[in-house]
């Protein structure tokens, strides 16, 4: 079992930045893949980005590419998202997302067995 727990949400102007963070508990975490996906009121829970276990391959979606960063503290059991350059239409809560089973970070939410539960991130225009 993996508990997850965000932190680091908050309201800022479009443009700034926010530093999310995610720490693991009940599993070791040098073990376990990353990720973190959003969902906006009324969407689908959106993939962001993904992280190997050993933090040696990071995945990011379209939209947040070239603007966010994922990255993990092994040391401490805690992965975290840079977000850059934050718009108006990143407004949504953010949640971590755990795999301890594959290779590779999963890119799909189905594939995640666990969750956080989430942390709002508020960009105003």
């Known amino acids: 079992q993996v508990q997850l727990v965000e932190s680091g949400g908050g309201l800022v102007q479009a443009g700034g930045s926010l530093r999310l963070s995610c720490e693991a508990f009940?599993?070791?975490?040098?073990?376990?893949?990353m990720g973190w996906f959003r969902q906006a009121p009324g969407k689908e829970r959106e993939f962001v980005a993904a992280?190997?276990?050993?933090?040696?391959?990071?995945y990011y979606g379209d939209s947040v590419k070239g603007r966010f960063t994922i990255s993990r503290d092994n040391a401490k059991n805690t992965g975290y998202l840079q977000m850059n350059s934050l718009k108006p239409e990143d407004t949504a809560v953010y949640y971590c997302?755990?795999?301890?089973?594959?290779?590779?970070?999963?890119?799909?939410?189905?594939?995640?067995?666990?969750w956080g539960k989430g942390t709002q991130v508020t960009v105003s225009s």
């Open positions: 997302a755990a795999d301890d089973r594959r290779w590779d970070p999963p890119l799909k939410k189905d594939d995640y067995d666990y």
């Open positions: 992280i190997r276990y050993s933090a040696t391959r990071t």
């Open positions: 009940g599993h070791t975490f040098s073990k376990i893949n």
